[in-house]
């Protein structure tokens, strides 16, 4: 039996504004995931980027915790990263392979920065990836338009490739199925 777990990478308050790719689709999907994983017993573990001292998104500054339409609750894990993969010294992967997780369900923040981390490295490390539609998102940058990235990862890079990338009935009954 395969077991799943959801994955809310870096939706931290500082960089969960109005500014990203299709914002409010973003926040709806996300937040259908998280309810539905809860109802169904999936588990939900959360990651928060902690770019170190001095910089607006470290740990102890405004900003930094998880965005409240996202609230984690009591018993749910998180856990702090300082590089793009939360694989890396953070003990999400060594807690994902004590829990016998094979299949990650990843959402969050940005897609062509940490999105695109976990979900080539969750790759490599032999999890079954799955990308709900329009649960990541980014903002524009000097090289492409927030759309323009988002769909460059979801529909071209990833997809088939690295992972599963599915419409968000799809998601659902992966979360359900646990």
Known sequence: MTKTALLVIDAQELITTGKLYAYDTYIANVRKLIAEARI??????????DDGSGKPLSKGNE??????????????????????SPFRESGLLEY?????????VVTGLQTDYCI???VKCGFEHGFEMIVPEYCN????????TAEQ??????????????AKCVEMRTAIEILRSK
């Open 116 to 118: 695109d981390a976990t």
């Open 63 to 84: 900003g930094f915790d998880v965005c409240s339409q996202f609230a984690p609750e009591a018993a749910e894990r998180i856990f702090d990263k300082t590089v793009n």
């Open 137 to 144: 998102s980014t903002f524009d940058n000097e090289f492409m």
């Open 40 to 49: 169904f017993g999936t588990e939900v573990i959360y990651v928060r980027h």
């Open 96 to 104: 994902l392979r004590e829990k016998g997780v094979s299949r990650l």
């Open 149 to 162: 990235s988002y769909r460059y990862y979801n529909d071209l890079i990833w997809k088939n490739r690295y």
